[in-house]
């Protein structure tokens, strides 16, 4: 089946830069993909990782390096808004739906 | 603005009362999916349609239902709900094929069991 690893909880400064770590055990992997929630709302797409290297969207960023079953999420110049829980996902075996790890909650302060 | 709407936002139901959350978009995407999310929890996937091919999880329990019309609406259905079902139901859809791991969620509703 498949699992997915990453830290419950990361606290971080306004302005800082913070990297959430996310590692896998998958039978068939289609790539790594990462959601945004904030407390109360749903879940929205940041970014997807198919091959290895770093993918960059403005402030947050993507790394993904198959070889160790491991990627990242880096969160560059933190506000207050960041404030949420990260998953990062991977298709189930089947390749036909999205698993979610069990996030990790960030909590940026001034 | 295509969307995925969900509805209703907030649902309170009786222990047992049988109940349907709904869900429908404009997005014309192939695939809708429903998540269950307990509090400070992880989605966790219950069933997912690509077109009208139904998925079952192995481990969603045989009380949740699910029905797919058309390609625009979903439904969920909890024939029997126990105060453990209380939750978040998330629905969301992507399109196969052009790079399926982007869902669109919906607000998703909160169940309430009394």
């Known amino acids: 089946g498949q699992s997915l690893e990453q830290p419950s909880e990361v606290t971080a400064v306004e302005g800082a830069i913070v990297q959430i770590n996310c590692t896998y055990q998958t039978s068939g992997f289609y790539g790594l993909s990462w959601y945004q929630q904030h407390d109360g709302g749903a879940p929205t797409f940041l970014s997807y990782?198919?091959?290895?290297g770093l993918e960059e969207t403005g402030r947050f960023s993507s790394f993904l390096s198959r070889s160790d079953s491991y990627g990242y999420l880096l969160l560059q110049e933190l506000q207050m808004k960041d404030s949420a829980s990260y998953f990062c996902?991977?298709?189930?075996?089947?390749?036909?739906?999205?698993?979610f790890g069990k996030g990790t909650t960030l909590s940026v302060s001034s | 603005d295509a969307m995925v709407i969900q509805n209703p936002r907030y649902q309170v139901t009786q222990f047992g009362k049988p109940v349907t959350l709904s869900c429908s978009q404009t997005l014309n995407h192939n695939v809708m999916y429903w998540y269950q999310q307990k509090s400070s929890q992880a989605p966790k996937l219950l069933f997912h349609y690509y077109d009208k091919d139904f998925n079952n999880e192995a481990d969603t329990p045989d009380n949740f239902q699910s029905r797919r019309p058309n390609t625009s609406f979903c439904f969920l259905d909890i024939r029997s709900p126990g105060l453990g079902d209380a939750a978040m139901y998330l629905c969301?859809?992507?399109?196969?094929?052009?790079?399926?791991?982007?869902?669109?969620f919906g607000s998703g509703t909160q169940l309430s069991v009394l």
């Open positions: 990782n198919a091959l290895d």
């Open positions: 996902a991977v298709r189930d075996q089947a390749g036909t739906a999205l698993i």
């Open positions: 969301a859809t992507s399109r196969r094929g052009q790079g399926g791991e982007k869902l669109f």
